[in-house]
């Protein structure tokens, strides 16, 4: 579990309990005649000094735990002539089929290996880009033809499911027999309160794991289940 407070955070923390010990000390001289308020400001003063931490703990526990889950999960790698990205639905309905000679595009099409992607479009419809001898040829098409479909869990895309955390998870589906044979998980928590009264100035306070910017290059869905034809 690791706190993401940083040093404005513990200033706040600091005023926070100055200001709180302030009022409760003046609560106290001035209540003090009536022996109920006793029964009060016992409880009282320990919310004030759980108040600062307790949803940055509760948040970075349970970001802790549920990370262990994050990252790329293989069940079945297969080899394929394709597959269908559905995870970037174009608004485009009305593309007209080209032919792309430019080398860079085709060398950057070939370096994957594949002799066809296909994306999915609004409406259902796909777009399909297929390795010709003479370059890429984009066509659209009624439906996917690729078996292997890569796609969100959820249509939301990044779900709540708890205090400040979310879920990404994407899936690669055996769309003959609709088994998932990979996931790629992820998480996004989001500041507790403290953080939130400054950091708006600065960032969204975004933390995601696995984090993409540590780490060695990891290789990602779908191609980590997907393999070209050999």
Not at 50 to 75: M, N, S
Not at 117 to 142: A, C, F, H, I
Not at 155 to 183: F, H, M, S, W, Y
Request: aromatic share 14%.
């Amino acid at each position: 579990m690791t706190l993401q407070f940083g040093l404005f955070d513990y200033i706040i923390i600091v005023v926070f309990y100055a200001l709180a010990a302030t009022v409760l000390l003046f609560a106290w001289l001035w209540l003090r005649r009536w022996w109920s308020w006793r029964l009060v400001i016992v409880p009282v003063a320990l919310a004030a000094l759980i108040a600062p931490w307790a949803d940055e703990v509760w948040i970075a526990w349970r970001f802790g735990q549920l990370c262990k889950d994050a990252g790329v999960h293989v069940y079945r790698q297969v080899e394929a002539d394709g597959y269908l990205n559905a995870t970037s639905e174009s608004p485009y309905s009305n593309l007209k089929p080209v032919l792309v000679v430019k080398p860079s595009e085709v060398a950057r099409f070939d370096k994957e290996g594949f002799k066809f992607v296909e994306y999915l479009l609004q409406g259902g419809k796909v777009w399909r880009t297929e390795r010709v001898p003479e370059g890429l040829w984009r066509n659209m098409s009624d439906h996917p033809k690729a078996r292997y479909h890569y796609k969100f869990a959820d249509p939301r895309q990044e779900v709540p499911i708890g205090l400040k955390i979310e879920k990404r998870e994407v899936l690669v589906v055996d769309a003959q027999t609709n088994d998932v044979i990979a996931r790629e998980i992820g998480y996004n928590r989001y500041p507790a309160w403290v953080q939130r009264l400054w950091i708006g100035s600065f960032g969204s306070g975004l933390v995601q794991c696995p984090d993409p910017g540590k780490g060695p290059p990891r290789e990602h869905l779908p191609t980590a289940a997907v393999k070209p034809v050999r």
